[in-house]
T-cell receptor, first 112, second 113 residues
Framework: SQQGEEDPQALSIQEGENATMNCSYK?????LQWYRQNSGRGLVHLIL?????REKHSGRLRVTLDTSKKSSSLLITASRAADTASYFC????????????FGKGTKLTVNP | EAGVAQSPRYKIIEKRQSVAFWCNPI?????LYWYQQILGQGPKLLIQ????????DSQLPKDRFSAERLKGVDSTLKIQPAKLEDSAVYLC???????????FGNGTRLTVT
């Protein structure tokens, strides 16, 4: 079963613009991670944010986490054509086997 | 550091045939995962190993899917017999431990005709 739900399902922007993707989840988490997947490739880890953190930065990426609303957002600033990919949020549920559960993803297209 | 290796890259089989996928994780990674990714969806966990023991296989269709992790290193995933709905990309990933960041291979794209 899917825990995270990304929004929007697809996003198309121009190079240089910012891209914002959102993720909502259902149950309490230990951490939330964002991954990128280029067409025909495996997923690549971007950033991990723990349940006691509210914001994290990595280069052009900014992730926020609001545990009261059970939601997270990924902001990519000054987008480039190379950022074209699918982006997935993944959550580690509290308790259980600590497995990573992925959402359905947001397909981002950055037009040159 | 070498990444997660998977083979084959592509496989086409007829329904009711069997198929096997192989994965070599990053050296030293204790946890190994097999995910199934159907086109347009996110990866779904099939099985998670900690060293050579199974941690979670709750979503593995055990009547047709099997997996093993040899000596806590390489792993194979087998489907026998295959169904049309098994057409998907099978992704292997590894991590230092549970709940850590995952490193993925490029996957095996399976087409069942």
């Amino acid at each position: 079963s899917q825990q995270g739900e990304e929004d929007p399902q697809a996003l198309s922007i121009q190079e240089g613009e910012n891209a914002t993707m959102n993720c909502s989840y259902k149950t309490s988490i230990n951490n939330l991670q964002w991954y990128r997947q280029n067409s025909g490739r495996g997923l690549v880890h971007l950033i991990l944010i723990r349940s006691n953190e509210r914001e994290k930065h990595s280069g052009r990426l900014r992730v926020t986490l609001d545990t009261s609303k059970k939601s997270s957002s990924l902001l990519i600033t000054a987008s480039r054509a190379a950022d074209t990919a699918s982006y997935f949020c993944a959550t580690v549920l509290q308790g259980g086997s600590e497995k990573l559960v992925f959402g359905k993803g947001t397909k981002l297209t950055v037009n040159p | 550091e070498a990444g997660v290796a998977q083979s084959p890259r592509y496989k086409i089989i007829e329904k009711r045939q069997s198929v096997a996928f192989w994965c070599n994780p990053i050296s030293g990674h204790a946890t190994l995962y097999w995910y199934q990714q159907i086109l347009g969806q996110g990866p779904k966990l099939l099985i998670q190993f900690q060293n050579n023991g199974v941690v979670d296989d709750s979503q593995l269709p055990k009547d047709r899917f099997s997996a093993e992790r040899l000596k806590g290193v390489d792993s194979t995933l087998k489907i026998q017999p295959a169904k049309l709905e098994d057409s998907a990309v099978y992704l292997c990933a590894s991590s230092l431990g549970s709940a850590w960041t995952l490193h993925f291979g490029n996957g095996t794209r399976l087409t069942v005709t």
